[in-house]
């Protein structure tokens, strides 16, 4: 695989003068964020600076909005990317004053800041003007307080109070009789605790809106009260049980090592871009396995055929890792340990898997996409259009299914991607369809890499086996210092913002879930249509919630 975009980074260039040009009406001043350039705006002039961005500049992935409060100011960071080219990126950082935290928003530019913003309401305590529904995400209404400012009280007792739903179409006078239908939180179709306030008028869904945050556990706060080194690896597991767990982890390893300036020995990255493909194929045979049962309820074939393919990656990686779901394998500077000893016996059993796979295929097409019961269902339904997914800042086999050519192990290459022959999956068909082709593609283009991976480890010199670089005991950044970085997981991209204040535990630690973003397009993809293809089209998203709601 060729990277796009091979040529390294620059603090410093001709293009960064053009956006301070370019921007120079709405900014006060520059940061120094470690992975982009950074423009401090006014908060009253944030949404004519994305819109420079997006229109002027071609910024049209909004990645990230992260929040964040500081002795004397809050803040909120617009970390945004080209889809076209990921490495050039900027940051919009928007300072508030501690009397009155308002700036404008940002989501009339970007739709994906809508949720974004909300989640910094919610959590941090800015607010944004001309929002247009401002209102806590994660938490509930009645919550006291915001668990990220600096002076939330966590001893306060909190009272949830049950209100009733309100219909937001009840009164269009356009519409016939509405019905207001609760799917969820606890429905096998919504793939975790997430309720879709529907609105349907006859069998047609007018309006849903995803309410997320039944499982939030404030995953960043707990990161934030980890040392880099030794306590924050066993989280990343957790924001995504159902297989990508070495995905999340390389996340917090890329930020971090980028962070610290950590060097990861060669054969190290290898080990590391096997474990991940192997996490990747485990993730989308759920995915697989589960939309078999959501759209023509077959469990006793496909979905009970993913499962069992499943148990074999969870073998090879409970072989190499020690553990079936929080594999906590990644460190910091490269990997736990070496491969399993006798290491041939480990290759041979990776070897029986991939040459197994094909066939294993094959029976999944037969299953499913040759499936006309399930064509019916997914060809022409949740359709997403690519400029709208962009909008949403979607990404992963949501993205692809919508024939955007996104993926970060070639466009912003990182690991051992860009020295192995493999293929970017996408499909331009836009509906429920064209994801699950992605997914099986992926699961191909996943072997040859592992295939790949295997055979240079297999020859790999014995003096030459570094698993992990050397690493300080103790690590401190720099004060201050900023950086988001991200990587492919299953579903998309899963970034990290990392800030340091010069002690051994981040000020402030963001993570950009990419279902997080995915599930907030759901409403574009299902109003108009049936509920059974609102169910179907929630599938094809593969959201798991410890992700959404961190």
Request: glycine share 6%.
């Amino acid at each position: 695989m060729t990277a796009r975009n091979p040529e390294p980074r620059l603090e410093s260039s001709a293009t960064d003068e053009s956006l301070a040009d370019l921007l120079s009406p709405y900014t006060v001043g520059r940061d120094t964020h470690l992975n982009a350039p950074a423009f401090v705006v006014r908060p009253d002039e944030v949404r004519a600076a994305l819109s420079t961005l997006r229109g002027a500049a071609g910024f049209d992935h909004c990645s990230c909005v992260t929040a964040q409060e500081y002795e004397n100011r809050y803040e909120t960071i617009y970390h945004l990317r080209k889809y076209d080219d990921p490495t050039d990126e900027v940051s919009v950082v928007v300072p508030a004053p501690k009397s009155s935290p308002v700036s404008e928003s940002g989501s009339s530019v970007y739709e994906t800041a809508n949720w974004h913003e909300r989640e910094a309401y919610d959590l941090v305590g800015i607010k944004y003007d001309d929002h247009p529904d401002l209102r806590r995400i994660l938490l509930p209404e009645t919550w006291q307080g915001h668990p990220l400012s600096r002076d939330y009280d966590r001893n306060r007792p909190q009272v949830v109070r049950y209100d009733e739903n309100a219909n937001p179409v009840g009164d269009d006078d356009q519409r016939g009789e509405t019905m207001f239908l609760n799917i969820g939180p606890h429905h096998p179709a919504t793939h975790g605790v997430l309720h879709l306030e529907t609105v349907l008028d006859g069998e047609q869904v007018v309006d849903v809106d995803p309410d997320i945050g039944y499982i939030h556990r404030c995953e960043e706060q707990m990161a934030q009260s980890g040392t880099y080194r030794y306590q924050i690896m066993p989280y990343p597991d957790r924001w995504d049980w159902g297989g990508g767990g070495l995905l999340n982890e390389w996340a917090y390893a890329r930020t971090a090592e980028d962070l610290a300036d950590i060097d990861v020995p060669e054969y190290a990255q290898v080990i590391r871009t096997m474990s991940a493909e192997l996490s990747r194929i485990l993730s989308h045979l759920l995915a697989v396995g589960t939309y078999a049962l959501d759209v023509v309820g077959d469990f006793t074939a496909t979905f009970m055929y993913a499962i069992n393919d499943r148990e074999s990656v969870q073998n090879i990686l409970e072989e190499l890792t020690g553990q079936r779901l929080m594999f906590n394998y990644f460190r910091l500077g490269g990997v736990a340990w070496d491969l399993p000893e006798p290491r041939v016996e480990f290759v041979e059993q990776v070897r029986a898997f991939l040459d197994d796979l094909p066939t294993r295929l094959e029976e999944y097409h037969d299953l499913l996409t040759a499936n006309e019961i399930l064509q019916i269902r997914t060809v022409d339904t949740g359709v997403l259009p690519p400029a709208v997914a962009k909008q949403y800042g979607c990404t992963g086999p949501v993205a692809r299914g919508s024939g955007i050519d996104y993926d970060l192990r070639r466009d912003d290459p990182y690991g051992y991607y860009d020295e192995l022959d493999w293929d970017v999956a996408v499909e331009d068909g836009r509906d429920n369809y064209a994801r699950l082709l992605v997914r099986l593609r992926e699961i191909e283009e996943s072997a040859k890499i592992i295939e790949q991976c295997v055979d240079r480890l297999e020859d790999w010199p014995e003096d030459e086996r570094r698993v992990q670089s050397n690493v300080p005991r103790t690590i401190r950044p720099d004060d201050d210092a900023e950086i988001y970085r991200a990587v492919e997981a299953a579903k998309g991209e899963l970034g990290v913002y990392i800030r340091a204040d010069g002690t051994e535990k981040p000020a402030r630690f963001k993570i950009r879930g990419p279902s997080f973003s995915n599930l907030q397009a759901l409403p574009e993809m299902s109003n108009g249509e049936y509920v059974p293809d609102l169910i179907a089209t929630l599938g094809s998203l593969d959201t798991i919630m410890g992700e959404v709601d961190r």
